[in-house]
């Protein structure tokens, strides 16, 4: 028998904890960036004990990769769900997709500056970033036009996810001056040529 604690498992509470601590890590990634996020940050912001900090994570580069890991996932999915129709014209998946990257790495900053600028400055998360860079551009070539050939795929596919992360990257980092509304425009019209 499951024993409870105020209408909850221990396996619930456990798991809430781990979430309050991710929420927090994420906000102070995002905000402050590496240097801002230790344990005792982390179990502050949380406001949780190290104790609960350790019964979820290993150390702080296990916790810095789970909140890394959790953004590119979120990241994946909305992208799948943008553009379910592959039959769709070119422009309108296109718009589709940037769209929802917008609302997720523009939108919620912090986010973005986890998935783009964080790996920049965080060793543990340089070798996470480069290792999932292979999904998104997967997620981009399932797009592209089944009759060119598959290197031609390929090399299309990394290579317009290298110009997106960068044009992403200069926008959240304050380089690239310009609209929301134009720097959708400006992906869109990249994807959709391709």
């Known amino acids: 028998m499951t ?5 909850t498992t221990l396996a619930d509470r456990r798991a809430a904890r781990r979430e309050r601590l991710l929420a927090a890590a994420l906000d102070l990634l995002g905000t ?6 230790s344990v005792r940050a982390v179990c502050r912001g949380a406001k949780l004990t190290e104790r609960y900090f350790y019964e979820s994570f290993a150390d702080r580069e296990e916790l810095v990769t ?3 890991e959790q953004v590119a996932a979120e990241l994946r999915q909305a992208l799948v ?3 379910p129709d592959r039959g769709a014209d070119p422009a309108v998946r296109a ?3 940037v769209t929802a990257f917008v609302e997720l790495v523009v939108d919620d900053p912090r986010k973005g500056r986890v998935l783009l600028l964080a790996p920049v400055t965080e060793p543990a998360l340089s070798a996470r970033g480069v290792a999932l860079l292979p999904a998104f551009a997967a997620l981009v070539r399932e797009q592209l036009p089944p009759r060119l050939p598959a290197d031609e795929r390929e090399m299309t596919a990394l290579g317009l996810v290298g110009a997106l992360a960068n044009l992403f990257t200069a926008y959240l980092a304050g380089t690239l001056a310009v609209s929301r509304e134009r720097l959708i425009a400006h992906c869109v019209h990249l994807l959709a040529r391709a």
């Open 3 to 7: 024993r409870t604690w105020a209408g």
């Open 32 to 37: 402050g960036g590496s240097s801002a996020v």
């Open 66 to 68: 789970a909140v890394y």
């Open 81 to 83: 769900d943008a553009v």
């Open 95 to 97: 718009e589709a997709a």
